[in-house]
Nanobody, 122 residues
Framework: QVQLAESGGGSVQAGGSLRLSCAAS????????GGWFRQAPGQEREFVGA????????IYADSVKGRFTISRDIAKNTVYLQMHSLKPEDTAVYYC???????????????WGQGTQVTVSS
């Protein structure tokens, strides 16, 4: 069993940066791929990015490629989402997830955090 808790959300002006953290409990988290999804009001949940369990591979949605970076600290059981050059359209609730395989498909993720709000003002 894995429990995930996001932190680091908040409000920022366009062009700014935020770093989200996802702290996991459960000794098996280090063997899971870590992912980030987001959901804006009135929209479906969308994939942001993911990192393999060893951290050697990352994948990103085209909308965030070049601006967002995912990393993980295995010793701390934590996955990070560093966000730069934020835009108003990045405003959403961001969710941390864990899966046995790195994937852009939400149905392949077994565990989800409660989410953290990111608001980008113009």
């Amino acid at each position: 069993q894995v429990q995930l808790a996001e932190s680091g959300g908040g409000s920022v002006q366009a062009g700014g940066s935020l770093r989200l953290s996802c702290a996991a409990s459960g000794s098996t988290f280090s063997t899971y791929a870590g992912g980030w999804f987001r959901q804006a009001p009135g929209q479906e949940r969308e994939f942001v990015g993911a990192i393999s369990w060893r951290g050697g591979r990352t994948i990103y949605a085209d909308s965030v490629k070049g601006r967002f970076t995912i990393s993980r600290d295995i010793a701390k059981n934590t996955v990070y989402l560093q966000m730069h050059s934020l835009k108003p359209e990045d405003t959403a609730v961001y969710y941390c997830t864990a899966s046995q395989v790195i994937s852009a498909r939400s149905e392949q993720y077994d565990y989800w955090g409660q989410g953290t709000q990111v608001t980008v003002s113009s």
